[in-house]
């Protein structure tokens, strides 16, 4: 994975024509995402931000914290698991809760949901549940902040682990 490869915060994008993801990259991936101060990390398989579809593999380590959100005009958002579990909130536009789809790499379940795709404009979130997350995103590109409206009924990115904890904790009353 490292060869033509630009590092950016909590993220690396592979500029190989051919990209291809090894068990010891999935490892790379989580020491990374443990040293990281949010702990999270992700392998960008698009070239850069405007590219039409932005793929990732992405790491959790433990709970981390995402705004809940919404996207403008038409955009599909795919989550396919890997490795662990999480739960994708989603929300009407006053914060309530309209559903709780919970994903699991867990394949010897029947039951058990490990793909989930989004292709409305409603809020939505994600709490990790294991603890290791990894998961495949792809997105609707290009990839621009002024495209997303961040949910004001949520505490904001940037929150302490307890407000962000607490925030769901109140969704679960």
Known sequence: ????????????????????????????????????????????????????????????????????????????????MIKGSMDVYLFNNNGKVKDIIRLNANKSDKNSIFFYKLSKSIFHTIYPRSKQTIYHEVLTGPFNEKNLIQASFAPKNGCSEEEAKNFFRSLKK
Request: some cysteine.
């Open 1 to 80: 994975m490292k060869k033509n490869t630009i590092f950016k915060n909590e993220s690396e994008f592979n500029l190989n024509s051919i990209k291809t993801v090894r068990v010891k990259d999935i490892n790379y991936l989580v020491k990374r995402a443990l040293k990281s101060k949010r702990k999270r990390y992700r392998f960008c398989l698009h070239e850069n931000t405007n590219h039409l579809t932005q793929e990732m593999i992405i790491c959790f380590n433990g709970f981390t914290y995402i705004r809940p959100h919404r996207h403008l005009s038409k955009r599909s958002e795919s989550y396919h």
